[in-house]
């Protein structure tokens, strides 16, 4: 990462805010910078990651924000790391779209818990839709509210009701537009926020005034009369015209549902995943350390760095041994080794077989191995005359005794629930029930999602292994940085008897119940939802 010496934003073209920006980050603890240039037809986007929300809400209010808005069309946004990875968690397409690594133009190399979206258009748009989904949902329960008002002639609280929708449509206009929502300002002040983005919806408020309209007078006037039981105003004239605001609105946000689903299929669609393709400059001294420190402790054949991510300040690398005799204990003390020799900026996630075991077992695990086997990714081999495997042409993939994998799974989440939910609050057991229970989920849905069954590898080497077969997890990992102590050595502690009494407190048993209940729903969704195992319901 550079110095703040060094710093530029050449995409920025423009000095002004180059050097606010110089500042800031001397003087701020910013994480992170995403610049997109005029996808909107008015404003580029600047996004600024900061690490606290009073961060956020002060820097917001600063007097370049509005100039770089109104002078140079650059709107800028600050959001703090909590907000911005919940929303990303919920699949928010302001999010995914303007945060993307192709707009990173800074990040802190220091600062903690970057976003980093590495996902493709196919990964997200289950997201999308779902996100979509909940608009049209709600939307529709507030119609049927309202029709069914009109139906009983209840003029003051129709008037209320389209108040609360109208309000609800600005919530997503505002939140598509600008990231955010700004519920807590005036109605009027809010659609004059809008017009900035959406000069056409001028077309739908009569003003009263400069910056006041007579639809929000009309609903400030039923709100009163409603709450102090006062006269019923009878503008029944007004229901259509009203409604057609409301449907002028519900389009506006249909169309920008259609704008963003446009720009997210094509930027994803054609952007490379570089966060998880191998870094081209990694230094030959790293190569050579890691192969050095292999195949002192285990005579390997081949040694293939098949994927690489790098999140904050730390770099995974993925590693697969061919070799004989590297079980799960040499795996342990060779990542230790690494460990010790490369510091704390590097993990090694390992897995290892024999050519043999590999070539008896393709059938079942040809779809995994095929895309890691390959020269590309080959940075050690003991002899340029190893046997080349026997692939199997056609291969068709399948999940081979799924269920018995499944329902253990399934079957340990209920018990975990069982004790989480105890009325007394006797915990006892229920640590090696969540330890059981994350090692359950992680074999079977990296099985899921590559056809790979993992050796009993480390949990954190499993959960790593989990984020490779499927990235959209990385969202659950705010739950395992939360946890209330180091969540992997925690796990590691109750995979043997420790013969005591358990205590917990509740707020712990709600983050252990939180996790179980995720990682189960994304499992069930794979799954059942998926048809893989289409009479597991009925068993």
């Not at 590999?358 to 086997?373: C, D, V």
């Not at 705010?478 to 043997?496: A, K, V």
Request: charged fraction near 20%.
């Amino acid at each position: 990462m550079k110095t703040l010496k060094k710093l530029s934003f050449p995409k920025l073209e423009n000095e002004f805010l180059e050097n606010i920006l110089r500042q800031l980050a001397d003087q701020n603890i910013i994480i992170q910078l995403f610049f997109t240039k005029q996808v909107s037809p008015l404003f580029s986007y600047l996004i600024i990651h900061v690490e606290k929300n009073i961060d956020a809400e002060q820097l917001q209010q600063h007097k370049w924000v509005k100039k770089a808005r109104n002078r140079y069309q650059i709107d800028v946004h600050f959001i703090y790391s909590g907000r911005l990875h919940h929303r990303f968690s919920l699949g928010h397409p302001f999010i995914e779209l303007y945060c993307q690594p192709s707009a990173l133009i800074y990040q802190n190399a220091a600062a903690f818990n970057p976003l980093l979206i590495t996902r493709g258009w196919q990964k997200y748009k289950q997201q999308f839709y779902a996100f979509e989904e909940r608009f049209y949902s709600d939307h529709d329960l507030h119609n049927c509210q309202i029709h069914s008002l009109i139906s009983e002639n209840s003029s003051n609280s129709v008037f209320t009701s389209y108040a609360r929708l109208i309000e609800y449509e600005l919530d997503y206009l505002e939140e598509l537009y600008s990231g955010s929502k700004s519920a807590s300002q005036p109605l009027d002040e809010r659609i004059n926020n809008l017009i900035a983005y959406i000069p056409e919806i001028q077309k739908y408020f009569v003003r009263n005034s400069h910056s006041t309209y007579y639809l929000t007078e009309l609903f400030a006037q039923a709100k009163e009369a409603s709450t102090n039981d006062g006269e019923p105003i009878h503008k029944n004239e007004m229901y259509e015209a009203v409604g057609i605001v409301e449907q002028n609105l519900y389009r506006l946000i249909e169309e920008r549902f259609d704008e963003l689903k446009k720009l997210l299929k094509k930027g994803l669609s054609e952007r490379l995943q570089a966060s998880y393709q191998l870094d081209n400059e990694l230094k030959d001294k790293t190569l050579d350390t890691t192969v050095e420190t292999i195949i002192k402790l285990v005579e390997a054949e081949q040694i293939y760095l098949y994927h690489q991510i790098t999140y904050g300040e730390k770099t995974t690398y993925y590693l697969l041994l061919l070799a004989n005799g590297a079980g799960n204990e040499k795996l342990r003390s060779i990542n230790q080794s690494l460990k010790s020799k490369m510091g704390g900026k590097y993990n090694f996630v390992l897995i290892s077989h024999s050519r043999h075991w590999i070539q008896e077992n393709l059938y079942q695990h040809q779809s995994f191995f095929a895309t890691i086997i390959r020269d590309k990714y080959l940075i050690y081999s003991s002899s340029p005359y190893h046997p080349e495997l026997h692939w199997e042409v056609p291969h068709n993939p399948y999940h081979a005794d799924l269920y018995f994998y499944y329902k253990p799974t399934a079957a340990i989440a209920s018990q975990f629930f069982a004790i989480a939910s105890n009325a007394k609050g006797n915990y006892q057991g229920i640590d090696y029930f969540f330890t059981l229970f994350f090692l359950y989920f992680c074999r079977t849905y990296i099985f899921v999602k590559t056809y790979y069954l993992p050796n009993y590898l480390s949990n954190e080497a499993l959960w790593q292994l989990c984020i490779y077969a499927d990235p959209d997890l990385r969202k659950y990992n705010y739950m395992i940085e939360q946890f209330w102590t180091d969540f992997f050595p925690y796990l590691d502690r109750h995979m043997t008897l420790n013969h005591k009494l358990s205590k917990f407190h509740k707020e712990e048993i709600d983050q252990m119940s939180g996790i179980v209940e995720k990682l189960m729903h994304e499992l069930h969704n794979v799954v059942i939802e998926g048809g893989l195992l289409s009479n597991f319901e009925k068993d």
